[in-house]
């Protein structure tokens, strides 16, 4: 079974269902000019870049072909997570001439959107290099994606946040007012919760990061604090717990806020505002 | 069963998948706080536009908390397509406080990703207003999600090309290579597809345009051609067959294109390199 | 990934699912004589004509053994389409005897089934040969068996109408009533079907069919009207939109109204109500 | 849930599918007039028999539109196995019209194939009236639908072979090869299969009746033996076992195999050879 | 296609259904370690009885790594059905790293709980060696697990009840006031279920199976009675119905109620309360 | 939508599932019985414990009626996790006597599981009342069922390791092996999965457990250690990692292993070797 690193089930459901959702009666197209001898043309093409990036997704891109032509072969040129320029090829592709027809789309509707999450991951990761700081993702990713999405988010250099609401606990505004507080909270949660899980709590000023601590949250989040307020709770913290730093992260402040000294940065764009990389293939 | 605009069915199994997505053991933080009496709490919420935009899928996410909380209550303050600016609040919304934190991201990842197609389609379509020309998407969609993404760009004002493989006959190099000709292709095709269908052949210059009108194509899509030469294929047509441009629209293009007189311009812009409009939902 | 004219995935899983509606939970009488080592046991059968007929499906029988035995091996005798008499031999098969009697009832009621499409399509197309009319199905189909329906349609030299209600526009009385109107109803379908879909209006009267030209409607359904009134809407309509025969279609009239000009003629009974070909499975 | 006889689980399923089936992408025609308004829309309908038969699958039809407007109102006026003549009001339906106009098709496809297996069944039974026999179905039902087929055998007065290979033991010729002789296959049987479970044989000729009876089979399938060889057989047999006609068994022939006095007869006609029961629905 | 005795659609879908419970993101920690060179790492594992019993599930345990990896290599040092000591090896492996970590769990949940019902029914069994008696299950299985459950129960020496509500008919005390006594019950029922379904009644004393003996049950279940109670009932039905003992049936009074001379004994302990046979695997 | 503590979607799935296996065609017995007029006969019934336990899972037999008939009432006189003794009653019901009948086995099959669960969960941590540990689960569960046994142990007093292989990391000899030591393996798997899960550390001698600790681990497992090696890790770890003790723990080692100061106390046989607790239904 294939295997994306670790993701086999997922991905084979995600090109299953986008094939079928591209082709519930077949491609009437193709099937009208190859009809039922269509084993007979086989093709090869080669998938290139378009502009610069960071490519990933080509064991998915190959995944929807061989799901198609289980003969069909692809050759990668460069390696997941690799830079391209504009022109370069980055796999060659032998298949029946109707496969290759049928999966274009799907498969460079994938591979353009995880390589657009990777170039962009890999830029924010550019701007903080050298200094101690993890970029991690958010759950604001695509619906049936996610998996996807944050592989790509790692291929880019970045780091995951959780996966989802049942494998990280994070106690916000509304579960503390619930609970009565933080200290309320973070303990209903720590006794429920797996002990393999780090509790992290949303903290919008110092009094909320000082009884987040002193409630021995494993993580504190400094939700939307200027830098100012950043660098003096991470001082205050001083390690006692991992300090994440979120709200309206882009690549322009992404590095002053890394130099706040704050462990982790989490930012939505990487995933909910993704412009695919562009690029083509072509039959030859 | 749910509709919204004809795509119930898809939009339920959508918002269940997305949710299983999020959540396939539970919410652990809000099942901590909130328990077994987590039906006691009852919120009020509202969804808040935080950018100027269009909003679109206003039912997907009352559906989403819907299928979460039976006795939830979604009251729009917009119309979907409507326009509004930062700060402008969207909707109202009153249900289990459980059921709110368990929705909200799933209902904005949904909301925010559609309104953002309907935000890019309007400015589109503003700078070709009052021009006869129709704005397309593409199959450059999210794989799943297909239904959703064209069902945007058409509350953006755009229009839809056709849904998939199974239902537009579209002839490319490959296919005229492989039949021989493009007068071949369209025969074969013709002879083939479904009589309500509309054929569509790519002409990549004059040649291919005469070609291609000669053989009875529906519809000619002049691909990746400059100014001049669109023009030039949209007079020698004469509106003996639609014509439709496509290749690197973009919002800077898209008026000296419309201006060439063709019928329909696509766009896979609108719906690959989507960036979210930024929502918030705020429990109060 | 098998592909029957471009519906493997549908395919496979109405195979699938027909198998597992026929073991739930394994076949107890074969279980009980082959037990655990029925690997061993390899038979050869032959799949036999017991009527004179058009065979259908053979692709889709095939794959019933390889899901159920991949190193099953299945022969064709004569091809996909072709005519065949009673006594003739089909298809060799040999395989694992547990898996020929496991997928005997499955692949022959599918087979029989496209089979019986193919035959009746194929005498009603004997009837009007030599006439410049095409003959189409309709959407009275099994349901969940629609695309193999149509497919045995074509095979039989039939034509497909449209595939379902997303990707054809018929205007029906009902639109028109509620719209005010066949011009309305018209311009109301095309400013929101993409471009790539033909508009049809049914009319019943010569009224309704110069209303239809006039609103530019692609295809005038002529439904259920006499011989006589369809004459004359053919010439009325003089090649200005494609015309389509619709109602009581049966093999005794179909000569008759193709006579009358029409372009289509579209008959439920193809796929409604089909009589299965006697076809036979006999292990040897 | 819905509960169609016990098989509200598998109805819905078959109804959803071909829903989906019927509009993967909607309903372009019916979203074009009546849009997101389509709600305000309420519209009256009558289902109506176009010929004389016996009417089976109301609560199906019911069902369809119920999954589509929550609110619909369907009214039958005849009962689930009542005859009704050519003109008859089946029920009366109340509905949102874009529902109305959505269903019609699913909900026709299904009542009218049921009621024509109803049809097909009473005819046979009305030709065996008064004789102490029954008629069964078979396993040639077409893939899918087998639950609501043998529903209609039974609502049509006929009685029901086993559901599938899971649920009945029936040794056939390559059973008893494979097992060496009847004796032998009819003790591995009995051996593995459920005690609640019958054993039936089938056997050609009076020498394999007698094994079977002499192994202790429940029942005893005469297959394909002419009249006198049955009537032979059930003396012999004299009640000892079970017997069942099965072969070529049509309207003509089922009498004079019922005088044999066989305690079944199956006929596998009523299922793969179905003519629909011609059934309309017209908004009013 | 994978066939444990003819369970293979349904072991197929519960291994995948397993694996994606246990992997719904991969394995965090194994995907960590091998990344995407997990393919080079190969390793030998052996699975290894750690205590006595009856092993039971090997091709179920095989097919798990079969879909992790489809070279891996599963040889089998013991037989389906076959007893084992503590300390003896059960299987080799060899395969993929990542794979045998990553299947491991779900390989051992299904083996362990399959030769716990094994080993249970063997010892069941053994108790009442020698006499005319079979040892039955029921239908108190674990949701979803019931094929293999059942087939566990086989492989022990035991024989399968009912598969569940559609293929086997029990007459119980609801089911008789609702019919009005036993006798108008079996004859609703017989009218009703395939003739090739035997009828069971429920009684609970002498009077209830004098009524169900004349009614004509082809079993006759002794629902709690004590053991002077079962011999008089076996007494008296004197081999006219098959007789079964059901109600607090365990490893103590299985004889006794064996030498009542009953033909079944029904045991929902074999599937209630399993102890799981401790199997472990340890890669070498 | 139905919400046991987060599980809705999940539970819902399970039970439909279950309904599915249990009726691939209905209840044959009660459908002949009550037939179409199913909905006239309504009956109450109640639900007792048979032995002394700890109830858990009344939300899901609930939901298990609830889906069969919408309008049943089920009533529970004991709370979720309350003790019960034989002869109480859980619940009383009322319902469609039909729906009562079909759903009876399903309800019962998970609640006497899940009670099973909770029952003995509570055993295990009455015997470690007073000390400062926490008693796990591990992923040692049913396939199918992981959810509804671990909130079982829950409810049972216990607590939950990791949910599966995707959201905590844990680290065992392989890893170890592959990585080139301990302190290798805790890096390359901190650098790699979420910042917010605790890496756990498998340790069978003391020299791992130093390696551990030094290389960060956040939880140390002290693997098939004897009690005095387990004191003599929880002193030197100190407190500075959490420490969890595993293998073969049962009823009458918890308090001894409890008593060493370890943190977690995890126990398979929680989940895997579950003796479902006695409960019965009754139509009164």
Same mark, same amino acid.
């Given at each position: 079974?294939?295997?994306?690193?670790?993701?086999?089930? /997922?991905?084979?459901?995600?090109?299953?269902?986008? #094939?079928?959702?591209?082709?519930?009666?077949?491609?009437? /197209?193709?099937?009208?000019?190859?009809?039922?001898?269509?084993?007979?043309?086989?093709?090869?093409?080669?998938?290139?870049?378009?502009?610069?990036?960071?490519?990933? &997704?080509? $064991?998915? *891109?190959?995944?929807?072909?061989?799901?198609?032509?289980?003969?069909?072969?692809?050759?990668?040129?460069?390696?997941?997570?690799?830079?391209?320029?504009?022109?370069?090829?980055?796999?060659? #592709?032998?298949?029946?001439?109707?496969? #290759?027809?049928?999966?274009?789309?799907?498969?460079?509707?994938?591979?353009?959107?995880?390589? &657009?999450?990777? /170039?962009?991951?890999?830029?924010?990761?550019?701007?903080?290099?050298?200094?101690?700081?993890?970029?991690?993702?958010?759950?604001?990713?695509?619906? $049936?994606?996610?998996?996807?999405?944050?592989?790509?988010?790692?291929?880019?250099?970045?780091?995951?946040?959780?996966?989802?609401?049942?494998?990280?606990?994070?106690?916000?505004?509304?579960?503390?007012?619930?609970?009565?507080?933080?200290?309320?909270?973070?303990?209903?949660?720590?006794?429920?919760?797996?002990?393999?899980?780090?509790?992290?709590?949303?903290?919008?000023?110092?009094?909320?990061?000082?009884?987040?601590?002193?409630? $021995? *949250?494993?993580?504190?989040?400094?939700?939307?604090?200027?830098?100012? *307020?950043?660098?003096?709770?991470?001082?205050?913290?001083? &390690?006692? *717990?991992?300090?994440?730093?979120?709200?309206?992260?882009?690549?322009?402040?992404?590095?002053?806020?890394?130099?706040? &000294?704050?462990?982790?940065?989490?930012?939505?764009? #990487?995933?909910?505002?993704?412009?695919?990389?562009?690029?083509?293939?072509?039959?030859?």
């Amino acid at each position: 079974m294939f295997d994306i690193a670790g993701y086999g089930f /997922t991905v084979d459901r995600i090109i299953l269902d986008a #094939l079928k959702e591209d082709m519930p009666a077949g491609d009437i /197209t193709t099937d009208a000019i190859f009809g039922d001898d269509s084993s007979v043309s086989v093709s090869d093409a080669v998938i290139k870049a378009k502009e610069d990036g960071v490519i990933c &997704g080509l $064991g998915v *891109a190959e995944r929807v072909f061989e799901l198609l032509d289980g003969d069909s072969l692809f050759t990668c040129r460069v390696k997941e997570g690799e830079k391209v320029r504009a022109g370069d090829i980055v796999a060659d #592709l032998r298949g029946m001439t109707s496969a #290759l027809l049928k999966g274009e789309r799907t498969a460079l509707n994938l591979l353009q959107r995880m390589s &657009g999450i990777a /170039t962009m991951t890999r830029a924010f990761c550019e701007k903080i290099d050298g200094l101690p700081v993890k970029l991690a993702d958010t759950r604001k990713t695509t619906p $049936g994606l996610r998996a996807l999405e944050k592989y790509a988010v790692r291929v880019g250099g970045g780091s995951n946040h959780r996966f989802c609401l049942s494998d990280g606990a994070m106690i916000k505004d509304n579960h503390i007012k619930a609970a009565g507080g933080i200290t309320a909270a973070v303990e209903m949660v720590r006794k429920q919760v797996p002990h393999t899980v780090k509790i992290e709590v949303e903290a919008g000023n110092m009094e909320q990061v000082r009884e987040a601590l002193a409630a $021995g *949250a494993d993580i504190i989040m400094l939700d939307n604090m200027d830098l100012k *307020a950043m660098k003096e709770a991470v001082v205050f913290i001083g &390690g006692r *717990a991992l300090t994440e730093a979120s709200g309206n992260v882009d690549e322009n402040r992404v590095r002053d806020i890394a130099e706040t &000294g704050v462990d982790i940065i989490s930012a939505g764009k #990487l995933t909910h505002s993704v412009k695919s990389l562009d690029i083509s293939m072509k039959i030859i």
